[in-house]
């Protein structure tokens, strides 16, 4: 290994892979994006909220808990579940009504309803900071690439993305609910025609695109500090990873989240003073080889 | 059928015009019975948490001088605007508090760029403004004036007191590490800057600078860790705070090379974290509900707790001062006049929970005490808290009137 | 143009020219920044509602016109009429660019790639200390003498404002303008019968832009400030919301939507910092309810009543 240090160093390693634990967030938060977005054509801005509402329900767990770090595992179950009720009541009560409308006036909705959401966060939680406690036995760190620490929950982090990555594939690709949203996506009057209960599929599709916003929440939040207003950065990161990889296409998040978080990271090493440009320029360099995205989309 | 749309379209401008304009123009209360003020700042994202605690400390202090009978038999009240943190609304609800409600006095806010404009017009409106959390030194110096108060630290103060503090470290080689927007560079240059003067030997190992409101701090770590500096300087704010801790503890950071923080002792950092933040991290604040240990601090910390039912911070004490300069200058002036109450608030001392408190007459910056210490878990409290605290006096790291005075234009 | 509608018009304008004599100078300012955000509004529907082209980051021509403007307020020595031609020149230029960059893609990818480039831009704004004055932006922009108090400054905006609106709403009519309706609504036909649809929609970009870039100019005389954050994604979205809300079909819903969430933002703001909260209940009840917008749906009620007796006119 020494003598691919000398050659590459450490650093690099150590970054590639803090760069792709980061990516694990941006995957299952675009991937939820990609999925409404494919099947739906919902651009939900929105999401951004439910990553929020995610992150602060965790902390509400793990408080009501004894503030414990474990409390975070029983979070993990239940504070996706929680975003998945205010979605299913907000697609049944809302959007179901609204498919057919132009795509800037869903835009637009969502954007509403992301500042509802905004300040019922607020009136909710409140204004302090909250954060979550990583769980104990992901505390502390492995030295990892020449002795630099690598932090035991980014391990986690990354083993979580593929494990998403891969149930998603399997209920896309293998249920007939997933084939049944997979049709409507490219054509939903057939889909109708042949009997199918297309609007139940949607809320189904709709709840799981909510359900992965709010798993992001809860994952990201032992990392960071649970505030007001966390919502603004993803929302914006999600979408130009769902339009790199190709609307709808779930693989199309994953490579587009690795692009975008391997950029940022590296980025740094590259040129630290403007390092968060970079994965702008990707976006950029992406779209303008590909007008559609990395991988086919849907649309 | 184009023409009846313009009409249509024109009548429908003029009857929302008319909607807009006849709307009547708030609580306006009969003229002159009270003192008004009026509160700019950000009630919406994650600086929420400091400014709810200027507004607070703010309300106390204002209801304890009504409770007395008011100054000059009248009734201090106030208004609150939240600006989101863009300039160019907070700006025009500025405007709004002066030209509508007819403000005496503006406050606020924590957004330098909105400080700045909103201090710009208040110059030309000659109505006095309270800065009470943003932390810009342009505010009272390089774009300065007679009728803009700094109710507390700026970037210049900052750097200074802790380069005062850091010189007697050990530490020679140094990392910067910040916030890529003024706020961090202008604390990391003025620290960097004083420190090199005290201690000339300090070198600079490397900078690394990221987007503010970064969440992941992981990648820089590595980053500052691969090039083994003594000590980092890390010039955050805001949330930024807390992340980075949790950045630091994760990678063990915390244990290998020290750091400094500004507020990385204070207990909005802290106390979210409760007993899970790293121990060992120096830093500077203006205020702590339990630091110094007197009567008056522990009064001012109970009448906090028992309205609002949590500890004061440094935003509290900050909204709390304000209030309490706006009355006795206007007692001392014996008139509501503005250019009055400007004058006798110059050289004012009083006394504040934590000691006397001046506002010095050369460029009206309040004059508070700066405690350097490090996080260290006490029993006392269920999260970490400053230990190890040295006071640093306000005439040691303030920047001398000479100073400020020659950047004003 | 009818009688009517002219002497319409200039009721209208004769009302508005009056309200500095007649209002206290609180409404005179919140006139002009109605009028200036109405402007902005109107050139993003420009492209939007006319063009179908989905300009998501619109505010970078606002931003930049309104720095182009103050730069050479403050950093040149010429005459101030030359800041306020450079300004929307600049806001051209960028429009230019950025359009020849992202007018290969379609609706959505447009508005993504176009929130990059914004954002790139955005961060250059925000980041060069020396020459933007970095996050903190430029305050106190000196003004010349005619236009330094809010009266002058609201007749000033005014008179551009209507000067910028009648340039656009000619040109909407011109043969051009049609042309642009056309590719709206089927590009593809459009391209058949030999029109070269992205030289059109580059030079609607390119308007559009300039017309931003004036609104941004008129800004620095309203307010003597600008901002980085006047570049930033969130401002885009809000003049979006301004289009949709008042109508993106109608010529002045924009003017209308601008009225709408300013005359909001100031007056439920006196009342509750929920105002975020009160406007995004209203955007979803205008969404249910008026699909078309305010504008839009009065036009379709009038249009309608009218037209049943006459028996469908059109």
Redesign the interface.
């Known amino acids: 290994m020494d003598a691919v240090y000398s050659i590459i160093?450490?650093?690099v390693f150590?970054?590639v892979f803090?760069?792709l634990?980061?990516t694990t967030i941006l995957f299952i938060v675009a991937s939820g994006l990609t999925l409404i977005l494919g099947v739906l054509r919902i651009?939900n801005v929105a999401h951004g909220s439910l990553y929020m509402i995610g992150a602060f329900t965790a902390f509400s767990v793990t408080k009501l808990t004894g503030?414990g770090s474990e409390g975070f595992w029983l979070a993990l179950v239940i504070a996706p579940l929680a975003v998945a009720c205010i979605s299913l009541i907000a697609e049944r009560g809302?959007f179901q009504?609204?498919y057919e409308?132009e795509?800037?006036?869903l835009?637009?909705?969502t954007?509403?309803?992301?500042?509802?959401f905004?300040?019922?966060v607020?009136?909710v939680w409140g204004?302090?900071?909250?954060?979550v406690?990583?769980p104990h036995m992901f505390?502390?760190?492995v030295p990892l690439f020449g002795g630099?620490?690598?932090?035991?929950?980014?391990l986690f982090l990354l083993a979580a993305g593929p494990v998403v990555a891969i149930l998603l594939w399997l209920l896309t690709n293998k249920t007939k609910m997933g084939k049944i949203a997979r049709a409507a996506a490219v054509d939903r009057e057939m889909v109708g025609a042949v009997g199918i209960n297309v609007s139940r599929v949607f809320a189904i599709v709709f709840v799981i695109g909510c359900y992965l916003a709010g798993l992001g929440g809860v994952l990201?939040a032992?990392?960071?500090?649970v505030?007001?207003?966390?919502d603004?950065?993803l929302i914006?990161e999600a979408?130009?990873i769902v339009?790199m990889g190709g609307?709808g296409n779930i693989w199309g998040a994953l490579l587009g989240a690795l692009i975008f978080g391997l950029t940022?990271?590296l980025g740094?090493?590259i040129w630290?003073?403007?390092?968060?440009?970079f994965p702008?320029?990707a976006?950029?360099a992406v779209?303008?080889f590909r007008?559609?995205?990395l991988l086919k989309s849907t649309? | 059928m184009m023409k009846k749309r313009v009409l249509l379209s024109l009548s429908m401008v003029c009857i929302a015009g008319l909607f807009f304009f006849g709307l009547p123009t708030g609580c306006s209360p009969a003229a002159q019975n009270t003192i008004k003020v009026g509160i700019v700042d950000t009630?919406?994202?994650?600086a929420?948490?400091f400014t709810?605690d200027v507004q607070d400390g703010f309300k106390l202090a204002v209801n304890e001088i009504n409770a007395k009978g008011g100054v000059l038999g009248k009734k201090i009240e106030f208004a609150t605007r939240d600006e989101k943190f863009k300039p160019d609304i907070g700006l025009a609800m500025a405007k709004e508090l002066v030209l509508n409600e007819k403000v005496d006095i503006l406050m606020g806010t924590i957004n330098s760029a909105t400080a700045l404009a909103v201090s710009d017009f208040a110059k030309k409106e000659k109505i006095p403004f309270f800065v009470t959390f943003s932390k810009s030194e342009k505010i009272i110096g390089e774009k300065g004036h007679q009728y803009v108060f700094n109710m507390n630290e700026n970037t210049a103060m900052i750097g200074k007191a802790a380069a005062i503090s850091l010189a007697k470290k050990p530490y020679v080689k140094y990392w910067i590490a910040g916030d890529?927007y003024e706020y961090g560079h202008a604390i990391a240059e003025t620290l960097w800057n004083n420190l090199k003067k005290i201690k000339p030997q300090v070198q600079k190992a490397g900078?690394?600078?990221?987007?503010v409101?970064e969440?992941?701090f992981?990648?820089?770590i590595?980053?500052i860790?691969?090039a083994k500096p003594d000590f980092i300087i890390v010039a955050t704010g805001g949330?930024g705070?807390?992340?980075f801790q949790?950045?630091a503890k994760?990678?063990?950071?915390s244990q290998?090379i020290p750091f400094y923080q500004h507020t990385a002792i204070e207990l909005?950092?802290l106390?979210?974290?409760?007993m899970?933040a790293p121990e060992g991290v120096f830093g500077t604040a203006n205020y702590f509900f339990y630091y110094p240990d007197t009567p008056s601090n522990k009064a001012f910390v109970n009448e906090f707790k028992t309205a609002y039912n949590?500890e004061p911070r440094i935003g509290a004490l900050s909204g709390y001062m304000t209030a309490k300069f706006i009355a006795e200058g206007y007692k001392k002036a014996g008139k509501l006049d503005k250019e009055a109450l400007i004058k006798a608030l110059e050289n004012m001392s009083l006394e504040s929970p934590v000691g006397p408190m001046a506002i010095r007459g050369c460029d009206h910056q309040l004059e508070l005490p700066m405690y350097f210490g490090v996080t260290a878990k006490n029993p006392k409290y269920g999260y970490l808290v400053a230990g190890d605290i040295q006071v640093i006096q306000a005439k040691d790291y303030m920047p001398t009137c000479e100073e400020v005075l020659k950047v004003r234009k | 143009m009818s009688r009517k509608t002219i002497s319409g018009m200039g009721a209208g304008i004769i009302i508005l020219l009056l309200f500095p004599v007649f209002l206290p100078r609180f409404y005179v300012y919140l006139a002009s920044v109605i009028l200036l955000y109405g402007l902005l509004a109107t050139s993003l529907n420009l492209v939007?509602g006319y063009g179908g082209i989905?300009q998501f980051h619109h505010a970078v021509f606002y931003g930049v016109g309104a720095y182009g403007t103050t730069l050479m307020l403050t950093k040149s020595g010429l005459p101030a009429i030359f800041a306020f031609i450079t300004g929307p020149l600049v806001s051209a230029a960028f429009g230019l660019v950025l359009g020849i960059?992202c007018i290969?893609?379609?609706?959505?990818?447009f508005g993504?790639?176009q929130?990059?480039?914004g954002?790139?831009v955005w961060?250059i704004v925000y980041?060069w200390y020396a020459f933007t004055g970095g996050d903190d932006g430029i305050h106190g922009i000196p003004m010349p003498e005619m236009i330094s108090s809010p009266k002058s400054a609201f007749y000033f905006t005014f008179i551009i404002t209507i000067i910028s609106l009648y340039i656009m709403w000619k040109i909407i009519r011109s043969p051009f303008g049609s042309v642009l309706q056309g590719i709206r609504d089927n590009p593809v036909r459009s391209g058949m019968i030999g029109i070269n649809v992205r030289r059109h929609q580059l030079l609607a970009l390119v308007l559009a832009g300039f017309f931003a870039g004036v609104a941004g100019s008129l800004f620095v005389v309203v307010d003597n400030s600008v901002f980085p954050d006047m570049l930033f994604?969130?401002l885009s979205?809000e003049i979006?919301?301004m289009c949709?809300l008042g109508g993106?079909f109608t010529f002045l819903g924009p003017m209308l939507g601008a009225a709408v969430i300013v005359g909001l933002r100031t007056f439920v703001s006196m009342y509750t910092v929920?105002w975020?909260?009160v406007?995004?209940?209203i955007?979803?009840l205008v969404?249910?309810f008026l699909?078309s917008g305010i504008l839009g749906y009065a036009v379709e009620k009038f249009e309608r009543g009218f037209r049943k007796p006459e028996g469908g006119e059109q």
Do not use: C
């Not at chain 2, 900078?207 to 987007?211: I, L, V």
């Open positions: 160093p450490a650093g150590s970054q803090v760069g634990s980061r651009p503030g809302m009504f609204l409308r795509h800037l006036m835009l637009l909705l954007f509403a309803i992301s500042l509802i905004g300040d019922l607020k009136l204004s302090e900071y909250k954060s406690p990583v505390q502390g760190f630099l620490p690598f932090p035991l929950y980014n990201v032992p990392t960071v500090s505030t007001l207003g966390m603004h950065n914006m979408f130009l339009i609307l940022q990271s740094i090493l630290p003073k403007f390092g968060i440009i702008y320029l976006v950029v779209l303008l007008p559609t995205g649309w | 009630y919406t994202g994650p929420t948490t709810m890529d900078e690394s600078w990221w987007k409101g969440s992941d992981t990648p820089y590595t980053q860790l691969a949330s705070m807390v992340n949790k950045a994760a990678t063990g950071l290998k909005s950092v106390k979210p974290q409760e899970n949590r | 939007l989905f960059i290969r893609l379609s609706r959505l990818y993504m790639l929130i990059s480039l954002s790139l961060a980041r994604w969130t979205m979006v919301i949709l993106w929920y975020a909260l406007l995004g209940i955007m979803v969404i249910f699909p």
